[in-house]
């Protein structure tokens, strides 16, 4: 059951990530909606204040560097 439910999260998660290549974006935080980055800053606060920016947008940093992991 544990591993159906993770199988699901990760479906989900990957219908928001976006398709495109984030490197222009490292460092920043980006407002994604169906898969689109729509707007970036390189902060949330001043991110989600954009009037690009709606609540159900899905709001994820970009790592400066590619080496790693990111948890949200």
């Given at each position: 059951?544990?591993?159906?439910?993770?199988?699901?999260?990760?479906?989900?998660?990957?219908?928001?990530?976006?398709?495109?290549?984030?490197?222009?974006?490292?460092?920043r935080?980006?407002?994604?909606?169906?898969?689109?980055?729509?707007?970036?800053?390189?902060?949330?606060?001043?991110?989600?204040?954009?009037?690009?920016?709606k609540?159900?947008?899905?709001?994820?940093?970009?790592?400066?560097?590619?080496?790693?992991?990111?948890?949200?």
């Amino acid at each position: 059951m544990a591993v159906q439910d993770q199988d699901n999260f990760r479906k989900a998660q990957a219908a928001h990530w976006p398709k495109e290549d984030l490197s222009r974006y490292m460092g920043r935080w980006i407002a994604v909606r169906d898969g689109k980055v729509i707007t970036s800053d390189l902060s949330l606060s001043a991110l989600q204040s954009q009037s690009e920016v709606k609540p159900s947008d899905v709001f994820m940093p970009v790592p400066r560097t590619r080496a790693g992991f990111f948890i949200a």
